[in-house]
């Protein structure tokens, strides 16, 4: 079996990912406008484990840049 997840989770990062492609920022600057390391940011992007991990006021930082 694998391991259940949110679709918010999955598509929180997806839409994440494209936001700041849209904004022309990499993952650095997007993490230095929030306040986080680009691992962070790059967690979020991809992995269900990244949303888990990461508080909702971090997330709504990302997601208000």
Request: aromatic share 8%; glycine share 10%; net charge positive.
């Amino acid at each position: 079996g694998g391991q259940s997840c949110d679709v918010d989770e999955i598509t929180f990062g997806y839409w994440l990912r494209r936001r700041r492609k849209a904004l022309d920022l990499t993952q650095a600057q997007l993490a230095d406008m929030v306040g986080c390391a680009p691992v962070t940011i790059r967690m979020l992007e991809r992995t269900v484990e990244g949303y888990r991990a990461t508080g909702p006021k971090l997330r709504w930082r990302a997601a208000s840049a």
